[in-house]
């Protein structure tokens, strides 16, 4: 394999596994192993598509629209001093969603994801200030943060899933490295602060 072809397999990387999609992969788990399994199948799409619409949809189009109306090229954006606006934009973006899920009363666990990966990009835009992380890492450290969480609250038996979850980061990691977009400890710094984030979140909500 040579180098093309890792550039072009970490971009489809970064870009299946882009922080956005946290709060869906998370639903998407939950449905299969908490009582949302017996909802009914209009409602789970109901909720999904609510999810995609304010914490993926919504946050990249205006954060698309903020880069093109600044002049900014997509890899600047990478830069520690100019990544404060998209993170504002999707606190912003799911906030509103997490305000209008507990005017839904979705359940509670569910919401709790939404308020998880608010409190991931809340703690990452602070650290930004000073140090840049990895989003990427971050979210997928809330993944397996937050996996492990449920399986304690809904008492099933993690492994498998938690193998897979493990796999997705160590590629996601990678993929940021192999991209030149981060450092080794960036990368790190990120999943930690993501894992502790999703874990404790999800216990204590």
Not at 55 to 63: C, G, N, R, S, Y
Not at 99 to 123: C, D, E, N, R, T
Not at 148 to 171: D, E, R, V
Not at 172 to 182: D, K, N
């Amino acid at each position: 394999m040579n180098n093309k072809q890792l550039i072009i397999i970490a971009k489809v990387f970064s870009l299946l596994f882009a922080p956005h999609y946290f709060p869906l992969l998370c639903m998407l788990v939950l449905m299969g192993f908490s009582y949302m399994r017996v909802f009914p199948l209009n409602y789970k799409i109901f909720l999904l598509l609510n999810v995609y619409l304010y914490t993926v949809a919504v946050p990249l189009i205006v954060i698309f629209l903020h880069r093109k109306l600044s002049g900014l090229h997509r890899h600047q954006l990478t830069r520690r001093e100019l990544r404060t606006a998209p993170y504002i934009i999707s606190i912003l973006c799911y906030t509103f969603c997490y305000y209008q899920m507990s005017m839904m009363a979705v359940p509670h666990f569910i919401v709790s994801v939404v308020v998880a990966s608010l409190f991931v990009q809340l703690i990452c835009v602070l650290v930004n200030l000073w140090y840049k992380v990895s989003a990427h890492s971050a979210a997928a450290g809330a993944m397996n943060g937050a996996l492990i969480a449920f399986s304690f609250i809904f008492q099933f038996n993690p492994i498998w899933w938690l193998c897979t979850t493990l796999i997705i980061a160590g590629c996601v990691g990678t993929s940021r490295l192999i991209l030149r977009h981060h450092t080794l400890a960036e990368v790190n710094t990120g999943l930690a602060i993501g894992f502790l984030t999703g874990l404790i979140t999800i216990l204590l909500f």
